[in-house]
Nanobody, 128 residues
Framework: QVQLVESGGGLVQAGGSLRLSCLAS????????MGWFRQAPGKEREFVAT???????YYSDSVKGRFTISRDNAKNTVYLQMNSLKPEDTAVYSC??????????????????????WGQGTQVTVSS
């Protein structure tokens, strides 16, 4: 059974940085695309960033240039480095594993329905 556990959230002032981690267990981590999503109170879950099995990355326009997604296959971990944080980045951040082996995919996955395993989420709060 695949399990994803996020860590690294917290309270930070605007302009600050945080690094989120997502530890995966079960399955073959290196073969799958991984993604980060976030959900603010009263809003739908939205795409943040994704990294393919081959280390290709893609970001939402709202975080491009500020956030960096990376992975360490030896540690079964995906990271989200968040810099220049803004109050509007406040949300619960969740990592997810894409459905099906990444080797079989030809485009990056940016919708929730393309992921079938999710972590419980970690709260990020950015104060102004």
């Amino acid at each position: 059974q695949v399990q994803l556990v996020e860590s690294g959230g917290g309270l930070v002032q605007a302009g600050g940085s945080l690094r989120l981690s997502c530890l995966a267990s079960g399955g073959t981590f290196r073969s799958y695309d991984m993604g980060w999503f976030r959900q603010a109170p009263g809003k739908e879950r939205e795409f943040v960033a994704t990294i393919s099995w081959a280390d290709n990355t893609y970001y939402s326009d709202s975080v491009k240039g500020r956030f960096t997604i990376s992975r360490d296959n030896a540690k079964n971990t995906v990271y989200l480095q968040m810099n220049s944080l803004k109050p509007e980045d406040t949300a619960v951040y969740s990592c997810a594993r894409r459905s099906g082996s990444g080797i079989l995919q030809s485009v990056m996955a940016v919708t929730t329905k393309e992921y079938n395993y999710w972590g419980q989420g970690t709260q990020v709060t950015v104060s102004s």
